[in-house]
């Protein structure tokens, strides 16, 4: 069993570009959860999503970011024309049924420049 | 409004010895779990124990334990027998609804040898 797969481990973006980060859950989970760790601070929850469905996106910000989880396929999420803030490491973690302590993945560390 | 609070930013003991971290919860729920997770250099977040807040009995895990004082909404880590291993972060979690945990600002520990 792999665990929570994220990718890239680092991403590098200038200001105004767009950041791809993708979570691949462990096998047989069918829900994914992102967090946001900004240095120094633990994390936040941004949003909770089922195969196709986001169930609560009440904590990502309304504007440029946006997350999906397709049928086929790893969980994205898209931060659109990024700026210095939104230099922070991401988290996905995944449940099978929802139980509570679900399991995170290694984190994306994005550096905003 | 849910919240964690880590009042310790940083703490260290000598390898062998016995460390205890604070945290501190504020909910007008009846029903919760609690978390602590740890998060070494090497930035994964690992599940450390958990605990139901209808269960008075206090979890453990080998050498790690909680004292859970749910009319003090407090919630503190033991860790015995310290080792070098367990240099990381320590983060206290609150969970009421299954997807969204709330998170403590970390503590920072470090064993010395």
């Known amino acids: 069993n792999a665990g929570v797969m994220q990718n890239p481990r680092h991403l590098v973006r200038r200001r105004g570009q767009e950041a791809r980060l993708r979570c691949s859950p462990m096998k047989g989970h069918s829900h994914v959860y992102w967090y946001r760790q900004l240095p120094e601070e633990g994390l936040k929850f941004m949003v909770y999503?089922?195969?196709?469905?986001?169930?609560?996106e009440s904590g990502m910000p309304k504007e440029r970011f946006s997350a999906e989880f397709p049928k086929e396929g790893p969980s994205i999420l898209r931060i659109q024309q990024v700026v210095r803030g939104d230099s922070a490491a991401y988290f996905c973690a995944s449940s099978q049924d929802g139980n509570y302590g679900y399991t995170f993945g290694s984190g994306t560390r994005l550096t905003v420049v | 409004a849910q919240t964690v609070t880590q009042s310790q930013p940083e703490m260290s003991v000598q390898e062998a010895e016995t460390v205890t971290l604070s945290c501190t919860y504020d909910t007008s729920e009846s029903n919760y779990y609690l978390f602590w997770y740890k998060q070494p250099p090497s930035r994964q977040m690992i599940l450390v124990i958990r605990q139901e807040a209808y269960k008075q009995q206090n979890a453990t895990e080998n050498r790690f334990s909680v004292n859970f004082q749910k009319a003090a909404k407090s919630f503190s880590l033991k860790i015995s027998d310290s080792q070098l291993g367990d240099t990381a972060m320590y983060f206290c979690?609150?969970?009421?609804?299954?997807?969204?945990?709330?998170f403590g600002a970390g503590t920072r520990l470090t064993v010395k040898p």
């Open positions: 999503l089922q195969k196709e469905n986001i169930i609560d």
């Open positions: 979690a609150f969970m009421i609804l299954w997807y969204d945990m709330r």
